[in-house]
């Protein structure tokens, strides 16, 4: 079973005061301590998982700066066997639709044979949980979101359970799939000390959009087709509100708030 | 010269505060309220490697090296300092067996003591005091197939946990100090009574009695008569850098909650943190950290070298980090006014440990001695 998990790198939650917006709208990363997207490394867990149970490998992808790479060492030290950094200045910019292209090139170039790409289903920076379903429309895999729940099964496919309004569902995905996990699915593992002397001695590749055979028209900023026209703050209100008169008409009122009716349904 | 720590120690730091922030932050309230040191915890850092963070990997350690050792306790004291102090004499115990132990000890305990499945903590202190070794009363008699063991070691840390202990006794028939290893399982071997500090709950400090305890012959740690030297071995290279780590996650926790509380609270319609007061304090609080941090580290350094010069490094960053680490938690104290009274808060605690730190593995007194005595040497 040979499974891909991509990652992402994110600034960490107490840097969030500090991040700086270029004028182009992206997101300035320098000098901002950044953390493993905290779900993708649920992804990242059960691949392990699934190479324990079942054997074969398992390679991370990420798209980004040099400075990701100690990051990927962290993947490796978690117990991927390859790790692969797609880093060049042509990717710079890139949105959700060329981060995609890009990661699937990666996948198509690096593990061609592949059984699983996992991913987690948003990023707590951008969240926009697109980048899953457009790596499976690139790599022509089937695919699923919101995974909770995934089991190898017997005849060359997956069961996933994932999230219903009322329940969830029990699909059954056949090879090669893409599968967008949420943080209920596992807990990730934290490295001992003898997973990190091991890290050292594996080899992080990094690819250049050359290398991948992406022209500059389809990688980065050029490549994007989503274009930020403004960035604004968007203050979250707390709205107080005294209910007046019998305790039926206060009920009744209450029932009527937006947001109310659907919690009590 | 580099100030950068090499990638293999940023992944161990933040590996490391993973794990003191997700398994041990959750126990430090109970650990509060019990005074036990939790023995799944125990396992847990086992498995994560822990304890045989210098051990080679031949005996089942991860073959780092000091200075990793430091910044590993320096995380883990950032969220406990009494599971920190409980686990660098730990350490204290498989550096003497790696370093002193012969072949076939090694053999017998490796790999499960780097392990933490076997616990080994050195017990030297006796009522008497700790640092001065010489006055020891604790004596081992040669009875042919055994040693016969009497004395009373105090304040011994990892008391109750310990599977073994390294205990140093006066050899009767040489009057030599000579390191025993001593098994709880030993006839006449035994644990007596917790003591009840004032700080650092979670790390269990107390007696280990010996009454006509039988030490096998092949028990004898390392070689005879030298047991005093291998003590002061011990205690130079791996207690003077634990304690001075352990300090040091003391003072970051404290910088942290000091900055946090000092921006969150507001007097006079502002954050406190615009009062300068408030800022000198922090100021002072992060020049002490990274000071102590500098002086740790280039201690761990000269140890991991084997400089001959680590003896007095050792000895100034051990008094120099603990009596910082009390003079930044009482600041933290400060900045918190009533609230740090209160134990919801975590800066009393911070500044309980840290006093804690003082007259452990050495006073600062003893500590200047050392040092004042090397440099004296030198110069004479």
């Not at chain 1, 700086?20 to 992206?26: A, I, L, P, Y």
């Not at chain 2, 009454?211 to 071995?233: T, V, Y």
């Not at chain 2, 850098?241 to 910088?255: C, F, I, N, V």
């Not at chain 2, 991991?304 to 680590?310: A, H, I, N, P, Y």
């Amino acid at each position: 079973m040979h499974v891909a998990v991509c990652v992402k790198m994110v600034p960490a939650p107490g840097q969030w005061s500090r991040i700086v917006f270029r004028d182009d709208g992206s997101l300035q990363r320098e000098g901002i301590e950044l953390i493993i997207n905290p779900v993708d490394r649920n992804a990242l867990e059960e691949a392990l998982k699934i190479r324990q149970a079942r054997g074969g490998t398992v390679a991370v992808f990420s798209m980004g700066p040099p400075s990701c790479l100690e990051h990927l060492r962290e993947a490796l030290a978690m117990g991927a066997d390859r790790a692969f950094l797609l880093s060049d200045r042509n990717f710079a910019g890139a949105d959700t639709l060329a981060t995609s292209r890009a990661l699937a090139a990666g996948i198509k170039k690096e593990m061609p044979g592949f059984d699983l790409v996992l991913c987690g289903s948003a990023s707590i920076d951008s969240g926009t949980a697109q980048v899953g379903p457009q790596l499976a429309a690139y790599l022509g895999a089937a695919h699923l979101t919101e995974a909770f729940s995934i089991s190898v099964g017997e005849q060359n496919c997956f069961q996933v359970r994932t999230a219903g309004s009322h329940g969830y569902f029990v699909t059954d995905l056949r090879k090669p799939a893409v599968i967008s996990v949420t943080k209920q699915l596992n807990k990730p593992r934290i490295p001992t000390l003898f997973d990190i002397m091991a890290s050292c001695n594996k080899e992080i590749i990094i690819l250049s959009s050359a290398e991948l055979s992406l022209p500059k028209s389809e990688s980065g900023l050029e490549g994007s087709p989503t274009k930020v026209r403004e960035l604004f703050f968007s203050p979250a209100r707390r709205l107080a509100r005294i209910l007046e008169g019998s305790m039926e008409d206060r009920v009744e009122e209450l029932l009527r708030q937006p947001g109310v009716a659907g919690v009590l349904k | 010269m580099d100030f950068k720590l090499n990638m293999q120690q940023e992944l161990l730091k933040k590996t490391v505060r993973q794990f003191a922030e997700e398994e041990i932050a959750p126990l430090v309230d109970e650990m509060e309220r019990n005074d036990q040191t939790p023995p799944e915890l125990v396992r847990k850092m086992g498995e994560q490697g822990f304890f045989g963070v210098t051990a080679p990997l031949e005996y089942g350690g991860t073959g780092m090296g000091h200075v990793d050792r430091v910044i590993m306790l320096e995380e883990i004291a950032r969220i406990s300092a009494a599971i920190a102090m409980s686990l660098q004499v730990l350490q204290i115990g498989v550096g003497m067996m790696m370093e002193m132990g012969t072949s076939e000890q090694k053999n017998r305990y490796s790999p499960a003591l780097a392990q933490g499945k076997i616990l080994i903590t050195p017990a030297f202190t006796e009522s008497s005091g700790g640092s001065d070794l010489e006055g020891m009363s604790t004596k081992a008699s040669d009875k042919g197939e055994y040693y016969c063991i009497n004395g009373r070691k105090v304040f011994i840390t990892n008391s109750h946990i310990a599977d073994a202990v390294i205990i140093i006794a006066k050899h009767e028939e040489t009057k030599k100090f000579g390191a025993f290893l001593v098994e709880k399982g030993e006839k006449g071997f035994r644990p007596g009574r917790i003591e009840k500090k004032m700080g650092l709950f979670g790390c269990y400090n107390g007696e280990i009695i010996l009454d006509n305890c039988q030490a096998p012959k092949e028990n004898l740690f390392g070689e005879k008569g030298r047991g005093l030297s291998a003590a002061l071995r011990g205690i130079s290279n791996y207690g003077r850098t634990g304690m001075a780590a352990s300090a040091l996650g003391l003072m970051q926790a404290s910088l942290e909650a000091a900055v946090k509380f000092a921006q969150e609270r507001t007097l006079y319609g502002k954050a406190i943190s615009n009062l300068a007061p408030i800022q000198f304090k922090i100021a002072e609080i992060y020049a002490e950290l990274e000071a102590s941090r500098l002086m740790s580290y280039y201690a761990a350094w000269l140890v991991e070298q084997g400089s001959k010069r680590s003896d007095t490094q050792t000895a100034a960053a051990k008094f120099f980090a603990t009596e910082a680490s009390l003079r930044c938690t009482r600041k933290t104290m400060d900045i918190y006014g009533a609230y740090s009274c209160i134990k919801d808060y975590p800066v009393e605690r911070y500044y309980r440990d840290a006093q804690l730190l003082i007259s452990a593995d050495g006073t600062s007194d003893i500590k200047r001695i050392i040092v004042g005595r090397n440099l004296t040497a030198k110069k004479n």
